[in-house]
């Protein structure tokens, strides 16, 4: 797959990501925390990281319907090839098909910078905290 079809697919998968950390992102600096005990911070914290896993996730799922859609014949393949790519771990015990690789790897890209996004979005949170 390459030219105006990648493009395309690009484009897609790139826009909702990015929406889905947008909004996981708004939700997340919008949370206020009552800072007088511990349990309560700490259930404030276990909720932020829910969030945040829901949304690496979700984004991940984004990718693994593409991937059943056009390489893989079943979902648990798609969405754990997705989690390794956006992860970047890269096993390498599940490849693409050879036309669908370029967009694993704009997978792991994009996932680092979804990950660099989020830490930005936990140094914000934890100093609202303190």
């Known amino acids: 797959m390459l030219g105006f079809q990648f493009i395309i697919v690009f484009l897609c998968l790139v826009s909702l990501t990015l929406l889905t950390h947008l909004f996981g992102s708004m939700l997340l600096l919008n949370f206020r925390v009552n800072k007088k005990s511990f349990p309560i911070t700490f259930i404030y914290l276990t ?19 593409y991937y059943y859609m ?52 936990l140094v914000r949170v934890l100093k609202s905290i303190r």
């Open 47 to 65: 909720r932020v990281m829910l969030v945040i896993l829901f949304m690496h996730i979700l984004e991940a799922g984004y990718f693994a319907i």
């Open 70 to 121: 056009h390489g893989f014949f079943d979902f648990r393949t798609s969405l754990y090839f997705s989690l390794v790519s956006y992860s970047t771990v890269g096993y390498g015990d599940i490849v693409l098909p050879e036309g669908f690789r370029l967009i694993g790897a704009v997978e792991g890209l994009l996932g680092t910078i979804m990950v660099g996004w989020t830490v930005a979005i």
